[in-house]
């Protein structure tokens, strides 16, 4: 599993849409398997991890509380090479990639039942997951169809921001009143923001 920070804004306060995901997550549907917790990655090299740790950052914290490296991708692919496979796969879809920066972890605290030994502590990093439909999961995650539903809906939202730029560009084009350009631009801004969250995610091509 790839452990996202940046969608959902670990630590700051979260938008309606990602509330609403993680309130509409049907947790019933985790098969338990614990692959999840046996080889994942985090958003940021481990150097960048340590580093906000040390900053007093939330979630680097808690991330380095919970999670082991690796010594090297083939030791997490001897664990599950089909999850490390996976999720490399989706991460070289990103141009910005660097697979030299990539580490992958373990949970310290994954039983040999698959239970989580802390669960009722376990910190808003683990009670997040998944946190977006652009998560990255195990072959045959109880998750997957889910998710990739959520995904759909966020690249139809997306397509829709698209279209309300062209109106505006239409509107801007008849309309010279400068308080209506100024509306314009401030909504423009804002979907162009939300647009570039999914730039990760191939958002400029939808």
């Not at 804004?9 to 917790?37: A, D, T, W």
């Not at 039983?111 to 998560?135: F, H, K, Q």
């Not at 997306?158 to 400068?178: A, Q, S």
Request: hydrophobic share 35%; glycine share 4%.
């Amino acid at each position: 599993m790839v452990i996202k920070n940046r969608t959902i804004l670990y630590n700051i306060s979260m938008n309606g849409h990602e509330v609403s995901f993680i309130k509409e997550r049907p947790q019933s549907l985790c098969k338990m398997c614990g692959r999840c917790c046996r080889v994942l990655t985090g958003s940021y090299p481990y150097d960048e991890i340590l580093r906000m740790a040390q900053e007093d950052n939330e979630y680097a914290k808690d991330f380095i509380k919970l999670f082991e490296p690796y010594e090297s991708i083939e030791a997490a692919r001897a664990v599950d090479k089909d999850t490390v496979d996976n999720i490399i796969k989706r991460l070289e879809a990103d141009e910005k990639f660097d697979k030299n920066s990539l580490t992958f972890y373990h949970c310290r605290y994954i039983l040999d039942n698959n239970m989580c030994a802390i669960y009722e502590e376990r910190p808003t990093l683990c009670r997040l997951c998944p946190s977006s439909g652009w998560v990255v999961t195990p072959p045959g995650c109880g998750f997957e169809s889910w998710l990739f539903l959520k995904r759909e809906e966020d690249m139809e939202r997306v397509r829709k921001y698209k279209e309300e730029l062209l109106e505006l560009e239409i509107i801007k084009k008849k309309n010279h009143d400068e308080k209506i350009l100024q509306k314009i631009d401030s909504v423009e801004k804002k979907l162009h923001a939300t647009i570039e969250l999914f730039s990760a995610h191939g958002s400029k091509d939808w």
